[in-house]
């Protein structure tokens, strides 16, 4: 079943073309007898110098008209096989019947289904033929006239067939421009999707990672403090709600775009301009943070402003979770005219030398919250360098390039 379900369409093209074949031959066998010398006496009809129908003529007859059963698959041969047994027929002094017609189908065959240089070559072939069988024909001459709207028939039909191939290739290339453009906007859909889930991860990753370090350094002060000084206690825990409020609303804004129907809520992205709160946030944790602002600040593109408030961001939580009791941090922001630098400074030593025994502050910048800080710092063209202090502590430093002060 499978091999006739191969071979299927190859069949049905071979009896399309059989029958038009048959229906040649059969018409021009029949011409062929009835244009016998004996039986051509009408007014107008020279009849002078045609040979009487026999064998010979119906097998040449046969053979010029046969390879129209192939002119799709073998266009060349077949023009080939068509004009030969066609010429005989005129240089013998046969009526030809139909063969003519033979001829111009196959013709047509080869300029359609062949390139250019095989079209023109069967061409050329059909016209000197033609040429040289009209030379060596035993019949009556016939008038230049003729000759010449014959040419013109033989041009006109090859025009058609290469007009025809030129139109299948033509739609041919649009369906296949089409396919290739759908294949790359999906290429270029997944690669959306992939980007999206990246800074999706990154932006829960610091959102969630400096929110929940910083209730889980106020809820372990509020423990320490709970029987001693009730009062501190209760700023502890209402510093912890008012964080878990912050924590989900950055939260919703980031995701709430993934629900289908539903409307997140817009709001501006954070930037350098919140970073006196995010300090703010920061001493209230527990580390003493101080903020320099150096130049005066230009604009700054959105992405930029947002890939430097998340370094800092990521910066001060790895304080705060690794610099050790008593560190300070120092934040630096320096606007130049070509250039935003930011950089994140501790003197902590804390218990476990000053890194993350959890990978989350490594000299190699190998926990989660460095990785995505290198992945956005990357994404601006920025030079990140991350690593231990000469003297002490932790340093995260970005450069940013800002291209005509932007």
Not at 67 to 74: C, T
Not at 148 to 176: F, H, N, T
Not at 216 to 243: F, N
Not at 255 to 263: D, F, I, K, Q
Request: proline fraction near 5%; charge should be positive.
């Amino acid at each position: 079943m499978r091999v006739w379900g191969r071979a299927g369409p190859g069949r049905r093209v071979l009896v399309r073309d059989t029958l038009p074949a048959v229906l040649v031959a059969g018409a021009s066998v029949v011409l062929f007898g009835v244009h016998g010398r004996g039986q051509l006496g009408g007014p107008g009809v020279p009849v002078e110098g045609l040979r009487e129908p026999d064998a010979l003529g119906v097998a040449l007859l046969l053979l010029a008209c046969v390879p129209v059963a192939v002119r799709r698959r073998w266009p060349l041969t077949g023009l080939c096989a068509a004009l030969l047994p066609e010429t005989a027929l005129e240089g013998l002094g046969y009526g030809t019947g139909l063969t003519g017609v033979a001829g111009l189908v196959m013709l047509y065959s080869v300029a359609a289904y062949r390139g250019l240089a095989v079209a023109l070559g069967g061409l050329a072939l059909a016209v000197v033929l033609y040429t040289a069988s009209m030379a060596a024909g035993a019949g009556p001459p016939a008038a230049w006239s003729g000759h010449l709207v014959m040419i013109v028939a033989l041009v006109a039909v090859w025009g058609v067939g290469r007009s025809l191939r030129l139109r299948r290739a033509y739609m041919a290339e649009l369906k296949d421009r089409a396919a290739r453009l759908e294949r790359a906007r999906a290429a270029d859909r997944r690669a959306a999707r992939a980007e999206e889930r990246s800074r999706i991860a990154r932006e829960l990753h610091d959102v969630v990672a400096h929110h929940v370090s910083v209730m889980t350094v106020q809820a372990s002060a509020a423990r320490r403090v709970l029987a001693s000084d009730p009062e501190l206690a209760g700023e502890a825990l209402s510093a912890i709600e008012e964080t878990g409020r912050m924590a989900l609303t950055e939260m919703r804004n980031i995701v709430g775009v993934l629900r289908a129907g539903a409307r997140a809520e817009l709001g501006p992205q954070p930037g350098t301009r919140d970073l006196p709160a995010l300090v703010e946030q920061m001493r209230e944790a527990g580390l003493a943070t101080g903020l320099t602002v150096q130049g005066p600040p230009g604009p700054i593109p959105a992405g930029v402003d947002l890939a430097a408030y998340r370094l800092v961001q990521e910066g001060l939580t790895n304080a705060l979770r690794h610099a050790g009791a008593g560190a300070t941090a120092r934040v630096t922001v320096r606007h130049e005219p070509h250039e935003l630098d930011v950089r994140v400074e501790d003197d902590g030593r804390g218990a476990d030398g000053g890194w993350g025994a959890d990978g989350g502050r490594g000299a190699d910048g190998t926990g989660h919250g460095l990785v995505g800080i290198r992945e956005r710092v990357a994404l601006y063209g920025g030079i990140l360098s991350i690593g231990p202090r000469p003297g002490g502590g932790f340093e995260v430093r970005a450069r940013f390039p800002l291209k005509d002060g932007q």
